[in-house]
């Protein structure tokens, strides 16, 4: 058995792991030990992790494989690591419940985060279980959600991202490259089979097959009870703290309440097509 300590943070999201030094390769019994905490509590923290880009690296691709994002700022020396430097991220896009790059036919399968720079108070991340957030519905409501599919768009993040000068992409090229794409509503987990609610803010732009005003209304609803604090962990930034989540059922918000610099190291694991 590894040395890998696991201690919850809430009942329904999240847990710091510690006992391992993620500049080496994890041995077997520990990396089997980080991916059932992963598993059981859909969001990992750890302190004290002073990776270089190229270990973090390493580390992701022991999780799996990695991929570039389409139009997020990527570190000048690795593609595969998405570079977040901020100092007033209002409007920016983090500062809203949402999974990452839903409007792929394939969306990232998890995210690793690392803290490079952190303000002297603020920049906390919330991590919300959209698992439990399903399982918290009515059975008719979830009966009807599982019917649905939800059009996923990166336009209006993009357009977003563009405007505070965070990408420098052309709008119209990238909705070509990148077209609107269906995904269930309500999407089961590979592994465990648990079904999550799978839409979110800044991608999700209506339901297919409803009216506008059914559709502004449903996801109007969906949006608010995704917030609910009962399924959520708020994790405090430390320089070299790394969070690893499933982002098939995992929401999360970067909070916007530091004026002063935070840089933060990304990066995107593949996953599969929702069904």
Not at 60 to 71: N, V
Not at 78 to 94: F, K, M, S, T, Y
């Amino acid at each position: 058995m590894g040395n890998v300590e696991v201690r919850p943070l809430t009942a329904a999201i999240g847990a710091e792991i510690h006992g391992v030094d993620l500049r080496q390769p994890l041995d077997p019994a520990d990396l089997d030990q980080v991916n059932a905490a992963l598993r059981d509590h859909l969001a990992v923290f750890f302190r004290d992790q002073p990776l270089a880009p190229e270990e973090l690296i390493a580390f992701g691709r022991q999780l799996g494989a990695l991929e570039i994002h389409p139009f997020a700022p990527s570190h000048p020396d690795h593609r595969e690591i998405v570079h977040l430097d901020q100092v007033n991220p209002v409007g920016e896009g983090a500062d809203n419940w949402h999974a990452d790059a839903t409007f792929q036919p394939k969306p990232p399968g998890a995210a690793v985060l690392q803290a490079i720079v952190v303000p002297p108070v603020g920049g906390d991340t919330c991590f919300a279980n959209m698992q439990a957030a399903f399982e918290a519905l009515s059975a008719p409501v979830q009966e009807l959600l599982e019917n649905l599919r939800g059009v996923n768009d990166l336009s209006m993040t993009l357009a977003s991202a563009i405007e505070h000068e965070y990408s420098s992409d052309d709008l119209r090229e990238m909705q070509k490259s990148w077209p609107p794409v269906e995904h269930p509503v309500v999407r089961s987990h590979p592994v465990t089979g648990r079904k999550a609610i799978f839409v979110n803010g800044n991608f999700t732009v209506r339901l297919a097959g409803l009216t506008i005003a059914e559709s502004e209304r449903l996801l109007g609803f969906l949006f608010a009870h995704v917030r609910s604090p009962r399924f959520q962990c708020r994790f405090r930034w430390e320089v070299h703290s790394i969070a690893v989540w499933d982002n098939r059922c995992v929401q999360h918000f970067g909070v916007p309440d530091y004026l002063e610099r935070r840089v933060m190291h990304r990066l995107n694991l593949a996953g599969e097509a929702p069904v």
